[in-house]
């Protein structure tokens, strides 16, 4: 399996490489309103009332925004998106589209494989959360950059995939046969840092989420109490936890959190309890 894995990674990796350099790599793209909204949410002029009529054009949106402010004052009633908005305000709105957006890459038809993808998407979930958290407990300003950059450390992975699924799709249609799910996964883990990086450039995101995306394995020494650094450990820590698709090696991940905690000045004990709690939330948030 190890091999048939090795041999169709070099060969997904060879296109892709390709592609990147071709500028003819297709990525998916945020859904069309939750484009138009972050866009709006990034303007001085923002304004939720103006938002209002856009979020309306998407269902799911709607309904995930709602339930966003909801959550937010709980037992407080929401009854109109524009009071959905004003409560959100333009940061947390900013937070759930970007959710919406990056789980509907995660999201698969193929049911066999549902379950790998479901968990790619709780795993950055949690890394998300857990690096907004490190951030504050490590006096890292830029808790909101982190939180994103956890979010999206993976994304290469649904593109690579996307592109496995449409190959399974031509191979089934001539008959020919197929890999097994633990070799699909091998290959999405052997190819997916740089398709991840290609991404980041398409959709222009900042520096800090994008050299996470590009190196996310132990903490860089030379970066300090860096949001790389909270996505680095946060990234070991949702490992330790569990929540992760793939083996782990138990020894590595420990020694990255160790040094993690080292470059943060945290101590184990803290670190431990919040990961306990993002654990939770992770589950409950990617349980729908």
């Known amino acids: 399996m190890a091999v048939v894995a090795a041999k169709l990674g070099e060969q997904v990796q060879a296109i892709l490489v390709k592609r990147i350099a071709e ?172 398709i991840g990086v290609a991404l980041a450039r398409k959709w222009g995101l900042p520096s800090a989420v994008a050299a996470a995306i590009a190196e996310c394995g132990a903490p860089r020494q030379d970066e300090g109490a860096s949001v790389g650094n909270c996505v680095r450990l946060a990234n070991a820590l949702a490992k330790r936890a569990g929540l992760y698709v793939g083996s782990v090696d138990r020894a590595e991940v420990d020694a990255q959190v160790a040094a993690g905690l080292a470059l943060l000045k945290l101590d184990d004990a803290s670190v431990n309890t919040i990961s306990e709690e993002v654990a939770q939330r992770a589950r409950a948030m990617t349980s729908e």
Not at 30 to 39: A, D, E, G, S, Y
Not at 93 to 107: A, D, G, K, Q
Not at 117 to 124: D, E, F, I, K, M
């Open 23 to 194: 500028n003819s790599l297709v990525v998916p793209a945020p859904p069309t309103v939750v484009t138009r909204v972050l866009k709006a949410v990034g303007e001085a002029t923002f304004s939720q009332k103006e938002a209002a009529p856009l979020v309306e054009g998407d269902t799911v949106v709607a309904a995930r925004v709602v339930r966003a402010a909801s959550d937010q004052q709980p037992g407080e009633a929401v009854n109109t998106l524009a009071d959905a908005l004003s409560r959100l305000g333009a940061e947390p709105l900013r937070e759930v589209l970007i959710e919406i957006s990056t789980h509907r890459l995660f999201e698969s038809r193929d049911a066999r494989i549902g379950e790998h993808t479901r968990g790619l998407w709780q795993h950055s979930v949690a890394v998300a959360l857990l690096a907004r958290e490190l951030a504050d407990l490590g006096h890292v300003s830029a808790g909101e950059a982190a939180y994103l950059a956890g979010l999206l450390h993976d994304i290469g992975k649904p593109v690579v995939a996307f592109l496995l699924l449409e190959a399974e799709k031509s191979a089934i249609s001539a008959k020919s046969a197929w890999i097994e799910p633990e070799a699909w996964l091998e290959v999405v883990q052997r190819v997916h840092r740089p």
